[in-house]
């Protein structure tokens, strides 16, 4: 069975940092790409990050651009966001999602598995 | 503001036929493939349907995707009560280089 577990989601003070991981298993983790996606409470999806199986490509949205990493570790079936300069406007829930493809960016691609999300509350 | 456009609300009776619409530009849904996600109240978003008309093992045939041009649908046929939840269309945009969504649409089952 399929599964990506979000973890490391929290309360943080504004300009502090946080590190968010995904940890997959029941599929050949490294065969996919990767991407996290977040949703503001009572608002809508955004993409927010998304990494190639083998950690060649990533491309981030505009609004997180500078701030946040993603990465990977193919041997440890684990995705991570590395989320720095953290502002209000950042309070989300924090998906991660499978890709069907190896490649983020492929047009053809769609996330088919998602898992519950990790809450982040950047407030003072 | 999302880059591609739903309408926020749509609603039906049991048994009727709903459509969902998701407007783009040449730079999104008029020259990639369009997916689409359910997210019931309190879950996760679930893929619905890809590739524009695609649906993943297990989505009922209730269940159809449609593309022309810039513009996609989603269509719901035989509503019920378990179809009430926020419907989200997705492309990749070349312009942008990254995945865009539309802002999601909360389907009410009357």
């Known amino acids: 069975e399929v599964q990506v577990v979000e973890s490391g989601g929290g309360l943080v003070q504004p300009g502090r940092s946080l590190r968010l991981s995904c940890a997959a298993s029941g599929f050949t983790f490294d065969d996919y790409a990767m991407h996290w996606v977040r949703q503001a409470p009572g608002k809508g999806l955004e993409w927010v990050s998304g990494?190639?199986?083998?950690?060649?490509?990533?491309g981030y949205a505009d609004s997180v651009k500078g701030r946040f990493t993603i990465s990977r570790d193919n041997a440890k079936n684990s995705l991570y966001l590395q989320m720095n300069s953290l502002r209000a406007e950042d309070t989300a829930f924090y998906y991660c999602?499978?890709?069907?493809?190896?490649?983020?960016?492929?047009?053809?691609?769609?996330?088919?598995?998602w898992g519950q999300g990790t809450l982040v509350t950047v407030s003072s | 503001q999302s880059v591609l456009t739903q309408p926020p609300s749509a609603s039906g009776t049991p048994g009727q036929r709903v459509t969902i619409s998701c407007s783009g530009s040449s730079s999104n849904i008029g020259s990639n493939y369009v997916s689409w996600y359910q997210q019931l109240p309190g879950t996760a978003p679930k893929l619905l349907i890809y590739r524009n008309n695609q649906r993943p093992s297990g989505v009922p045939d209730r269940f159809s995707g449609s593309k022309s041009g810039t513009s996609a649908s989603l269509a719901i046929s035989g509503l019920r009560s378990e179809d009430e939840a926020d419907y989200y269309c997705a492309a990749w945009d070349d312009s942008l280089s990254g995945w865009v969504f539309g802002g999601g649409t909360k389907l009410t089952v009357l």
């Open positions: 990494i190639s199986w083998n950690s060649g490509g990533t």
């Open positions: 999602a499978k890709d069907n493809h190896p490649y983020y960016y492929d047009s053809s691609a769609y996330w088919d598995y």
